[in-house]
């Protein structure tokens, strides 16, 4: 089974900068991709940034330039360093992962955090 664990997030003012942060549980192989996504109050949840295990990375427009994403394969952690924020970005931001290898066996399964607030005051 995995579980995602998240740290950070807050309240800051606009332009300013936070940073989440997530490990997955112990006894994990690989997770295929690792990312976060974002759900302000009466929105979809929408796709922030996801990191490939061989290295890609995918940013959605409204944050391309202010937010990077990290890794570390070993410790299958990832990272959102997030600058210049600005209102809109305030969300409840989630950590994602898919395509877990454990026990010798691979799992086409979808992993959640569970969830930080960001808030950004204008």
């Known amino acids: 089974q995995v579980q995602l664990v998240e740290s950070g997030g807050g309240l800051v003012q606009a332009g300013g900068s936070l940073r989440l942060s997530c490990a997955a549980s112990?006894?994990?192989?690989?997770?295929?991709?690792m990312g976060w996504y974002r759900q302000a109050p009466g929105k979809q949840r929408e796709m922030v940034a996801l990191?490939?295990?061989?290295?890609?990375?995918n940013y959605a427009d409204s944050v391309k330039g202010r937010f990077t994403i990290s890794r570390d394969n070993a410790k299958n952690a990832v990272s959102l360093q997030m600058n210049s924020l600005k209102p809109e970005d305030t969300a409840v931001y989630y950590c994602?992962?898919?395509?877990?290898?454990?026990?010798?066996?691979?799992?086409?399964?979808?992993?959640w955090g569970q969830g930080s607030q960001v808030t950004v005051s204008s």
């Open positions: 990191f490939t295990r061989v290295g890609t990375t």
């Open positions: 112990e006894g994990i192989d690989s997770l295929n991709v």
């Open positions: 994602h992962a898919n395509g877990a290898t454990y026990g010798g066996r691979f799992y086409n399964t979808v992993y």
